[in-house]
T-cell receptor, first 115, second 112 residues
Framework: GAVVSQHPSWVICKSGTSVKIECRSL??????MFWYRQFPKQSLMLMAT?????????EQGVEKDKFLINHASLTLSTLTVTSAHPEDSSFYIC???????????FGPGTRLTVT | QQQVKQSPQSLIVQKGGISIINCAYE??????FPWYQQFPGKGPALLIA?????SEKKEGRFTISFNKSAKQFSLHIMDSQPGDSATYFC???????????FGQGTRLTINP
């Protein structure tokens, strides 16, 4: 149980274009979803927290107009990287929680490369 | 005060040995301490977690030791196997914030 999927698993896009990453909780309802970014050989950095039906809460230094987060249902959250640039290339990981416990269940990650 | 400091940065252990990774925190509001295992190109997976009302938790070959007064906790991997080679992250969370604060990570290599 507690499976989280992400799609796509990897994506290459040209500079200036936008790319959408989906995060789904497959067997539970996720009241809260989190988006992280991880650069090579570094730790996970929380970008934003989203609750179903509410606006996402962004961490300090994360541009909310660049990283659009939508949490329209209890099983789906999307992260859209708008006007992507090479410095946005990274590993993006989502996680989800039921809100009943502290546990966060992580997705397999999406490798974004901006050329 | 929100930081979790993890050491060592990298660790090499012989097969069958004990791997020990340490973490320290400052925020006394933290009340949930999980450890995650991450393989290259994959998302982190929860290994084991502890709450501050117990000093030790064991699941199979993995044990968390927790020292509340010292604000430190550690992961012990007994009988380490080559398949345990991965990056390990400690983390901490306070229920009110509902946000995980991650340590810097430890790259563990188990030599056969």
């Amino acid at each position: 149980g507690a499976v989280v999927s992400q799609h796509p698993s990897w994506v290459i896009c040209k500079s200036g274009t936008s790319v959408k990453i989906e995060c789904r909780s497959l067997d539970f309802q996720a009241t809260t979803m989190f988006w992280y970014r991880q650069f090579p050989k570094q730790s996970l950095m929380l970008m934003a927290t989203s609750n179903e039906g509410s606006k996402a809460t962004y961490e300090q230094g994360v541009e909310k107009d660049k990283f659009l987060i939508n949490h329209a249902s209890l099983t789906l959250s999307t992260l859209t990287v708008t006007s992507a640039h090479p410095e946005d290339s990274s590993f993006y990981i989502c996680s989800a929680s039921t809100g009943w416990s502290y546990e966060q269940y992580f997705g397999p990650g999406t490798r974004l490369t901006v050329t | 005060q929100q930081q979790v400091k993890q050491s060592p940065q990298s660790l090499i252990v012989q097969k069958g040995g004990i791997s020990i990774i340490n973490c320290a925190y400052e925020n006394t509001a933290f009340d949930y301490f999980p450890w995650y295992q991450q393989f290259p190109g994959k998302g982190p997976a929860l290994l084991i977690a502890i709450r501050p009302d117990v000093s030790e938790k064991k699941e199979g070959r993995f044990t968390i030791s927790f020292n509340k007064s010292a604000k430190q906790f550690s992961l012990h991997i007994m009988d380490s196997q080559p398949g345990d080679s991965a990056t390990y992250f400690c983390a901490a969370e306070s229920g009110g914030a509902q946000k995980l604060v991650f340590g810097q990570g430890t790259r563990l290599t188990i030599n056969p």
